[in-house]
């Protein structure tokens, strides 16, 4: 049964930072590409992060490009999300990826706020 499940999301200061996990089971991990969504009250999910199968490659939305950092480790099967400099308008539900069945996993909440 193919599973994603996100941890370490929380609330924290405006310039604060955190960092996202994600852990997969069900695939053989290392074989696929991850991505990370995620979805502001009152708006649509959206892309804001993906990295290759070997880590070599990333890529990134402009308004997380130069905050945010995605990684992963092959060996635990999990990708990470590391946000720095966080803004109000980072206030979200983070969502992991999967490219393998393509689906998401239920999220974990990220609140931005003095």
């Known amino acids: 049964q193919v599973q994603v499940v996100e941890s370490g999301g929380g609330s924290v200061q405006p310039g604060g930072s955190l960092r996202l996990s994600c852990t997969a089971s069900?695939?053989?991990?290392?074989?696929?590409?991850m991505k990370w969504y995620r979805q502001a009250p009152g708006k649509e999910r959206e892309w804001i992060a993906s990295?290759?199968?070997?880590?070599?490659?990333?890529n990134y939305d402009n308004s997380v490009k130069g905050r945010f950092t995605i990684s992963r480790d092959n060996l635990k099967n999990t990708v990470y999300l590391q946000m720095d400099n966080l803004e109000p308008e980072d206030t979200a539900i983070y969502y992991c990826?999967?490219?393998?069945?393509?689906?998401w996993g239920k999220g974990t909440q990220v609140t931005v706020s003095s």
């Open positions: 990826y999967e490219t393998y069945t393509g689906d």
């Open positions: 069900g695939f053989t991990f290392s074989n696929y590409g």
């Open positions: 990295i290759s199968s070997s880590g070599r490659t990333t």
